[in-house]
């Protein structure tokens, strides 16, 4: 029996420092809601730091992340599906940014985590954002190419109209067709075949009604008031996802604690695309927040 008990610790000790992949972790659930929203943990330590994927992914998309960070001292990473996308269920609900974020924040309740760095690419983004906003908890935000909607103080009907007609576009039968073409503009001139595949594996199969409510829900005003966020943020964008030339100057506005970096040829997917990049600007975000 005490042999049988020495090699469970010693499997679960090894865990994060085999060969593997997120998908041999073992799924965790915490209830939020109407949703079941599934989280995985690598780790132990004071030191957290969750990956937050965008829209029509998974946590898979983190795999670099993953394989760079497993099995050092003192960290634990979590990996979470939001609500509708992954493992997680796929309630009719309101997607909205707060939804999301709620589930965020009951997976690092569940886990019992003070101080965070958030990690956030494309819409997984803005649900940090909420998230930090919140004030459910502190610490630093990665920002891989995240989702962001800039209104002015006035309406601007024209803007209005095709930002509304933009989310629009993913109601009804045509939405996988249009998820479809949505991944192909995702692409830069270097982006590897393997990123398309799996964007092109995972994003069509959203279901209509998470797709359309995650876009309409996003969109709404009330997630874009301007609000800045205290705590060090790391910027890392691509000009191939039609940057304004002002971008860096909007997110000083955001972060008074930025570190920008913003790339030229690089595909939306940064982390999959420039993993060394962004897991240098993890690392010294870790730093940064918990220390040496």
Request: with cysteine; hydrophobic share 35%.
């Amino acid at each position: 029996m005490k042999k049988l008990l020495w090699l469970s610790i010693v499997c679960i000790a090894c865990a994060c420092t085999n060969n593997g992949s997120i998908a041999d972790l073992r799924s965790e659930f915490v209830d939020v809601d109407s949703c079941r929203v599934h989280y995985k943990v690598c780790g132990e330590g004071p030191a957290i730091v969750v990956f937050v994927h965008g829209f029509g992914c998974d946590m898979n998309t983190w795999e670099n992340q993953y394989r760079e960070f497993r099995g050092e001292d003192g960290l634990r990473m979590v990996f979470v599906d939001l609500p509708g996308y992954g493992l997680s269920g796929k309630p009719q609900a309101e997607y909205t940014l707060q939804y999301f974020a709620d589930a965020v924040t009951a997976v690092l309740d569940e886990i019992g985590a003070g101080d965070v760095v958030l990690v956030g690419h494309s819409l997984g983004t803005p649900v940090c954002r909420q998230v930090l906003l919140s004030g459910a908890r502190r610490g630093g935000l990665v920002d891989i190419d995240g989702v962001y909607c800039f209104y002015g103080d006035s309406v601007d009907p024209e803007h209005e109209a095709a930002v509304q007609g933009f989310a629009s576009s993913f109601d009804g039968p045509g939405c996988r067709s249009v998820i479809e073409g949505f991944v192909q503009s995702l692409k830069g001139p270097d982006t590897p075949e393997e990123v398309t595949r799996y964007a092109m594996a995972t994003m069509p199969e959203t279901p209509e009604y998470v797709a359309s409510g995650t876009m309409h829900n996003l969109v709404e005003r009330i997630w874009w008031d301007g609000t800045s966020i205290g705590d060090p943020v790391v910027v890392i964008c691509t000009r191939n996802s039609g940057l304004d030339p002002d971008n860096r100057e909007k997110m000083e506005t955001l972060y008074p604690s930025l570190d920008y970096t913003e790339l030229d040829s690089c595909g939306h997917f940064i982390q999959m695309e420039q993993p060394q990049l962004v897991n240098s600007k993890i690392r010294e975000l870790l730093r940064n927040v918990f220390g040496e």
